[in-house]
């Protein structure tokens, strides 16, 4: 296809590339508590899964970085399929199909107008963090709760409180890359969304929210002020933070840090029985140790680890795909680091180095399988095509 009607209608329309973005952020409480606009979401994330896939075709191109990422989770299918018997669409193989329709959105918004795009992601993450800090204000003890074996049982709009983090770091990192390339006036809205969302994990007691967030600012605020360039690429950052990751798990060294873990931050040395349940994904991984298992069923996985899943990014690779996953990712966060580190623009390399600085510290306690924009936005290493 060589006259791509499909996307430049889509990227030239900003109520459709809205709905379109709209149907990848479908909060908590609307699958769990309201089926009929559940069933809505669940018709336009069908239509933008759809238009995604026409998009895809007619712009491919055979040598594009977009298609690695497109080939791992086409792996991580293949590899359910052959392992489980089947592909059981529960809501991680969902999230990883978003995964791929959003790496093809912004591929293509990159090159027709990835500023409608960007502003209408902002618009949503923006408003759904402002409606659930409102229910956190009002409804303190959770906006619901659901009876589970697990420790988290309040949940509100965007879901229990380790949930709300995702969103919001999503959504201060997209608000400074459009800082960063289209219109700083827009840092108004950064300073607010700030202080919403630390008023968000505060008051919902979440200390990975909490030190993710200041972490984030910390970086900021450091690559505002220093004028040189951030010469760490992200490729480090996630070999430092997989090491880390490994003496952990292989010689419990948060041991050695009792004082801040149990005083500072008021957690226990198993780190809330993340210890145990990595224990018990090492025991399985060793029986699927080069593909993994792929993506199993909730029953399967509650079963095996004694939670809903691994709790560590790190682990959660080695589970699903093996080492030879583990690999596959290794090369794709490379290739993107090189690219990355290559921007000329040093806010946006400064906020796109913090975002993913964050999510791989996040990453040694936290799946991180809901956090779409993980693989999307190292994309933005062709930041010279924005339009």
Request: hydrophobic content about 55%; proline content about 1%.
């Amino acid at each position: 296809m060589t006259n791509k009607y499909l996307t430049k209608f889509v990227f030239n329309n900003f109520v459709f590339i809205f709905f379109l973005m709209l149907a990848f952020f479908e909060p908590d409480i609307i699958y769990l508590k309201f089926s009929y606009l559940d069933y809505f979401f669940k018709v336009i994330l069908v239509i933008s899964y759809s238009i995604s896939l026409v998009i895809f075709f007619e712009n491919f191109q055979f040598k594009k970085f977009m298609n690695l990422i497109i080939i791992f989770f086409l792996m991580i299918f293949a590899i359910t399929w052959i392992e489980a018997k089947g592909i059981c669409w529960n809501s991680t193989m969902t999230e990883y199909l978003s995964v791929v329709a959003m790496c093809i959105y912004v591929d293509a918004g990159l090159k027709y107008n990835f500023k409608k795009m960007l502003l209408s992601l902002i618009i949503i993450l923006s408003l759904f963090i402002f409606i659930n800090t409102v229910s956190v204000f009002l409804y303190p003890d959770g906006l619901y709760q659901i009876d589970t074996t697990y420790s988290y049982t309040k949940y509100w709009v965007l879901g229990h409180k380790n949930f709300h983090i995702r969103y919001i770091l999503s959504d201060l990192v997209l608000i400074g890359i459009y800082f960063s390339i289209y219109n700083r006036k827009i840092r108004l809205l950064g300073y607010l969304m700030l202080v919403i969302s630390l008023i968000d994990v505060v008051e919902v007691e979440s200390t990975t929210g909490l030190v993710a967030l200041i972490c984030f600012v910390i970086l900021i605020f450091i690559g505002y002020v220093w004028k040189r360039k951030f010469k760490t690429k992200i490729f480090n950052i996630f070999l430092f933070f997989s090491l880390i990751f490994a003496f952990i798990l292989l010689f419990n060294i948060q041991q050695y840090f009792s004082y801040f873990i149990e005083n500072i931050l008021g957690k226990d040395l198993t780190l809330t029985s993340r210890v145990y349940i990595w224990n018990n994904a090492v025991d399985y991984i060793e029986n699927n140790f080069f593909f993994g298992q792929g993506v199993l069923d909730s029953a399967t996985v509650l079963y095996q680890l004694s939670a809903t899943h691994p709790h560590s990014f790190y682990l959660n690779i080695f589970y699903q795909s093996g080492l030879f996953g583990w690999l596959f990712t290794c090369i794709i966060i490379y290739i993107a680091s090189k690219k990355l580190a290559k921007i000329d623009n040093r806010f946006l390399r400064c906020f796109l180095f913090s975002f993913y600085f964050v999510v791989f510290l996040m990453g040694i306690v936290e799946s991180m399988e809901n956090m779409l924009l993980i693989f999307p936005l190292l994309l933005l290493g062709d930041v010279g095509e924005i339009k």
